[in-house]
T-cell receptor, first 117, second 111 residues
Framework: KAGVTQTPRYLIKTRGQQVTLSCSPI?????VSWYQQTPGQGLQFLFE???????NKGNFPGRFSGRQFSNSRSEMNVSTLELGDSALYLC????????????????FGPGTRLTVL | DAKTTQPTSMDCAEGRAANLPCNHS???????VYWYRQIHSQGPQYIIH???NNETNEMASLIITEDRKSSTLILPHATLRDTAVYYC????????????FGGGTRLMVKP
């Protein structure tokens, strides 16, 4: 079956602009998580959505927001872009939120590489 | 979630076993050990997880010490395609899907 898809794959923006990234989870998966990866800070958790509700949120400013639709697709938005927002943004989906079985396995997409000039 | 410590990098000869250690001395009783890896330019990939018993799947084996303060991921016959950054993560399974990634171990498999 199809994996996690993220669009666009590459994006160039300028400081002060806003950006919206999209993630389509694997069919049937209801949890979507977002991560930011930079050379300096590594992989950092942004937030998780499950059944259209934000379940967890990482330590990021309010400029970073997200939402999930009834079909489980998710978007994240970054407003007032800063140079430091340049990063690879990864989306991961899983069947459920939490749990101890392999159903909790998270499947990552290829990411969206955002460059802020 | 408990903090983990991993070596920054390791080398392994192709065809040999790769043993990747992870220290998690502050792990609590309800925290699981998860391993993910990230091959260059790709998203992380789940490998295996465990609580206190040793686990094995088609990709790897996970050995957890009796006191649960450390673990070892074993790739039994490493190939060049196993070259990646390997992340050891400790978390409470029921607390949602948030993963806290550390620096990981950069494994280089050499011919």
């Amino acid at each position: 079956k199809a994996g996690v898809t993220q669009t666009p794959r590459y994006l160039i923006k300028t400081r002060g602009q806003q950006v919206t990234l999209s993630c389509s989870p694997i069919s049937g998966h209801r949890s979507v998580s977002w991560y930011q990866q930079t050379p300096g800070q590594g992989l950092q958790f942004l937030f998780e959505y499950f059944s259209e509700t934000q379940r967890n949120k990482g330590n990021f400013p309010g400029r970073f927001s997200g939402r999930q639709f009834s079909n489980s697709r998710s978007e994240m938005n970054v407003s007032t872009l800063e140079l430091g927002d340049s990063a690879l943004y990864l989306c991961a989906s899983s069947l459920v939120s939490g749990g101890i079985s392999s159903y909790n396995e998270q499947f990552f997409g290829p990411g969206t590489r955002l460059t802020v000039l | 979630d408990a903090k983990t410590t991993q070596p920054t990098s390791m080398d392994c000869a192709e065809g040999r076993a790769a043993n990747l250690p992870c220290n998690h001395s502050t792990i609590s009783g309800n925290e699981y050990v998860y391993w993910y890896r990230q091959i260059h330019s790709q998203g992380p990939q789940y490998i295996i997880h465990g609580l206190k018993n040793n686990e094995t799947n088609e990709m790897a084996s996970l050995i957890i010490t009796e006191d649960r303060k450390s673990s070892t991921l074993i790739l039994p016959h490493a190939t060049l395609r196993d070259t990646a950054v390997y992340y050891c993560i400790v978390r409470v399974a029921m607390a949602g899907n948030m993963l806290t990634f550390g620096g990981g171990t950069r494994l280089m498999v050499k011919p």
